[in-house]
Antibody, heavy 117, light 107 residues
Framework: EVQLVESGGGLVQPGGSLRLSCAAS????????MHWVRQGTGKGLEWVSV???????RYADSVKGRSAISRENANNSLHLQINNVTVGDTAMYFC???????????WGQGTLVIVSS | SYELTQPLSVSVALGQTATITCGGH??????VHWYQHKPGQAPVLVIS???NRPSGIPERISGSKLENTATLTISGAQAGDEADYYC??????????FGPGTKVTVL
């Protein structure tokens, strides 16, 4: 059974950094495309970043240049670091898995990040 | 940046049919995925690649596409179908793009 469990959320000060993790089981993170998607309070889903099975990474414009997505094959986990955070980064962050050209078919329950002083 | 359009809300009577549209430039040439998202829960993929239902998704949920509009149809609407529904595509410049979401209310 595929399972994804996010961690690392919490309160972050503006200008600080956040590092989120996603523990995967039931499949290998390096076999599929792994995503981060977020939802701000009262807002819709916003795609954040992806690392594909080849290791190529892509980012939404909202986080490009201050974010890094990575995976740890040994621990079968996914990570996201966002630097220089702003209140606009306050959101529930979900990790997800997809096969190439297909929808995100597995999701974690999310981890909440609040950016506030 | 690439954008998708969806109606803000759709209301449907219990047992009737709800349709949610998703529009955007060249949507006809893109693969459209649909997600159901209930408060406090993880999103669920309900339609992949325009018309394909993942295992466990009931047949009364279906997807279609005509020219530049994709449509999600919920037949025989149930109280449990109340949720936000998002379409999503891949675009070469914006990568993975979600629509703004449609809130479905079952009356």
């Amino acid at each position: 059974e595929v399972q994804l469990v996010e961690s690392g959320g919490g309160l972050v000060q503006p200008g600080g950094s956040l590092r989120l993790s996603c523990a995967a089981s039931g499949f290998k993170v390096n076999d599929d495309d792994m995503h981060w998607v977020r939802q701000g309070t009262g807002k819709g889903l916003e795609w954040v970043s992806v690392i594909d099975s080849s290791g190529d990474t892509r980012y939404a414009d909202s986080v490009k240049g201050r974010s890094a997505i990575s995976r740890e094959n040994a621990n079968n986990s996914l990570h996201l670091q966002i630097n220089n955070v702003t209140v606009g980064d306050t959101a529930m962050y979900f990790c997800g898995r997809s096969k190439p050209s297909r929808g995100i078919d597995s999701w974690g329950q999310g981890t909440l990040v609040i950016v506030s002083s | 940046s690439y954008e998708l359009t969806q109606p803000l809300s759709v209301s449907v009577a219990l047992g009737q049919t709800a349709t949610i549209t998703c529009g955007g430039h060249n949507v006809g040439r893109k693969s459209v995925h649909w997600y159901q998202h209930k408060p406090g829960q993880a999103p669920v993929l309900v339609i992949s690649r325009n018309t394909n239902r993942p295992s466990g998704i009931p047949e009364r949920i279906s997807g279609s596409k005509l020219e530049n509009t994709a449509t999600l149809t919920i037949s025989g609407a149930q109280a449990g179908d109340e949720a936000d529904y998002y379409c999503q595509v891949w675009d070469s410049s914006s990568y993975y793009v979600f629509g703004p979401g449609t809130k479905v209310t079952v009356l």
